[in-house]
Nanobody
Framework: QVQLVESGGGLVQAGGSLRLSCAAS????????VGWFHQAPGKEREFVAT????????YYAGSVKGRFTISRDNAKNTVYLQMNSLKPEDTAVYYC?????????????????????WGQGTQVTVSS
């Protein structure tokens, strides 16, 4: 069983920055691919970014590419999402998720159903 806890959300003005953290316990986190998703009110959960178990491979949604950076520290069982140049349309609850079916793989996973464990989410609100 893997437990994920997100933190770092908050209220920020447009153009500002936030860094989200996803702390994991249980399982073998260092072998799992991890993704960030967000969900705005009335909308479906959407892919934001993903990172492979080693950190060597990353992939971003087009809407955040160049503004957001995903990284991980396996020694701390933590994945980060650095969000810069935030826009009001980035406002959403942000979730991290672990893909545990293929530990140690370098695949790119960007569909919610490909992830097996989810955190409770952290709210990000960007004011204009």
């Amino acid at each position: 069983q893997v437990q994920l806890v997100e933190s770092g959300g908050g209220l920020v003005q447009a153009g500002g920055s936030l860094r989200l953290s996803c702390a994991a316990s249980g399982g073998t986190f260092s072998r799992y691919n991890v993704g960030w998703f967000h969900q705005a009110p009335g909308k479906e959960r959407e892919f934001v970014a993903t990172i492979s178990w080693s950190g060597a491979t990353t992939y971003y949604a087009g809407s955040v590419k160049g503004r957001f950076t995903i990284s991980r520290d396996n020694a701390k069982n933590t994945v980060y999402l650095q969000m810069n140049s935030l826009k009001p349309e980035d406002t959403a609850v942000y979730y991290c998720a672990a893909e545990t079916r293929t530990p140690g793989s370098a695949g790119i996973y960007y569909r919610p159903y490909e992830y097996h464990y989810w955190g409770q989410g952290t709210q990000v609100t960007v004011s204009s």
